[in-house]
């Protein structure tokens, strides 16, 4: 009997634990007050964490729909709540697996596969760059406007300005070359022969590859008539544009309301201050550096640069902490509770055959 128990497995949870232990050692030492930042936990206002804690819900609620207005555009039937519940799913997978930049998009493009067949895997495909490439355009909108806020109230450290600066570049470039692979189909074939020729090398010709080969390159096909598609329909576009925005504004909000919670002063600044921090910690987390659970590396940037930017180094520490609460370890529960629930029902139709 196939067992459907939930589990988690102890590497999942040891790594976490690693992360926040190197946080730790961080805050160590830098000197950070912790009881003081208990203190300030105790005396926050449950109320508005509570709405922060909401608002995760609706911020991945946006974000999975900008992916199903492009995906049923392309006639790949995907229920609201199923391209909600597979965005948890990848959501979860990519807390897990140290490679956050691809690791949710293959588990989704699983998922859908998984349900409709092989035949829909270049339009899930076309989706999910699409959908990228949205999700880091917004981003990159995000950040410029961040520096110009800051640079416009003449608060913008260089340290902060540079690396801006860096990231935007090396997103703008990313942007370009996706772009390119995007509209040269010929680029993705050359892409596509290359893997295949090292896998054949490192196989010693032992592994027969044609049909697999020929797989991909009829989903290749499917790709880029479906970014072609994408191109025809501005409109489509745009929607998923407005959705991205929104779960971009509503991830801003969580942090900027943990700021209330713990009863800082909330001014303008501040919005330019929660603008360019989360711009620059998305981009950096994104990359795949080999830290699972994207714990320890994020909690430090976010508080050396709140720190950087004017905010009190504790208080810094405090929003850190109660806001990964939030984006990392609710998403890490209910993730997992969605990917067992998802599971456990695709098992259970495998067996009623």
């Known amino acids: 009997m196939v067992s459907v128990r939930p589990q988690i497995a102890w590497k999942n949870v040891a790594m976490p634990l690693i992360g926040i232990a190197a946080f730790l050692v961080y805050l160590y030492l830098f000197h950070v007050d912790v009881p003081e930042i208990v203190a300030t936990v105790q005396t926050s206002d449950v109320l508005l964490y509570s709405a922060a804690a909401m608002l995760i819900f609706v911020d991945t609620f946006f974000y999975a729909m900008a992916w199903r207005t492009l995906l049923v555009y392309l006639s790949v039937k995907l229920s609201v709540l199923k391209a909600y519940l597979y965005m948890w799913y990848g959501t979860f997978m990519d807390l897990i697996v140290p490679?956050?930049?691809?690791?949710?998009?293959?588990s989704r493009v699983y998922l859908v596969v998984r349900?409709?067949?092989?035949?829909?895997?270049?339009?899930?495909?076309?989706?999910?760059?699409?959908?990228?490439?949205?999700s880091m355009g917004v981003g990159l909108a995000t950040l410029i406007a961040g520096v110009d806020l800051l640079l416009a109230e003449a608060n913008l450290n260089s340290l902060v300005f540079n690396l801006s600066l860096f990231l935007a570049g090396a997103t703008t470039l990313f942007l370009v070359l996706l772009l390119l692979l995007c509209v040269k189909k010929e680029w993705t074939l050359k892409v596509i022969d290359c893997v295949f020729g090292i896998v054949r090398r490192v196989s010693g010709g032992r592994w027969r590859l044609e049909r697999i080969r020929g797989e991909v390159v009829k989903a290749a096909d499917m790709f880029h008539s479906s970014m072609k598609e994408f191109g025809r329909s501005p409109r489509v576009v745009a929607v998923s544009i407005i959705l991205s925005s929104l779960s971009w504004l509503s991830s801003l909000v969580i942090s900027y309301m943990v700021f209330l919670a713990i009863k800082f002063p909330a001014n303008f600044q501040l919005w330019s201050i929660v603008l360019v921090t989360q711009a620059i910690t998305t981009a950096i987390k994104s990359i795949p550096i080999g830290v699972p659970f994207e714990v320890g590396l994020p909690e430090i940037t976010m508080t050396t640069l709140y720190a950087v930017l004017g905010i009190p180094f504790n208080v810094s520490a405090t929003v850190t902490i109660l806001t990964r609460l939030l984006t990392v370890w609710l998403r890490f529960f209910v993730g997992f509770a969605v990917q067992q629930w998802v599971e456990v029902k695709a098992v259970k139709a495998s067996l009623s055959f």
């Open 115 to 134: 349900d409709q067949g092989n035949h829909v895997s270049g339009k899930v495909v076309a989706s999910l760059v699409a959908h990228r490439l949205i």
């Open 99 to 106: 490679a956050e930049s691809i690791s949710g998009e293959i």
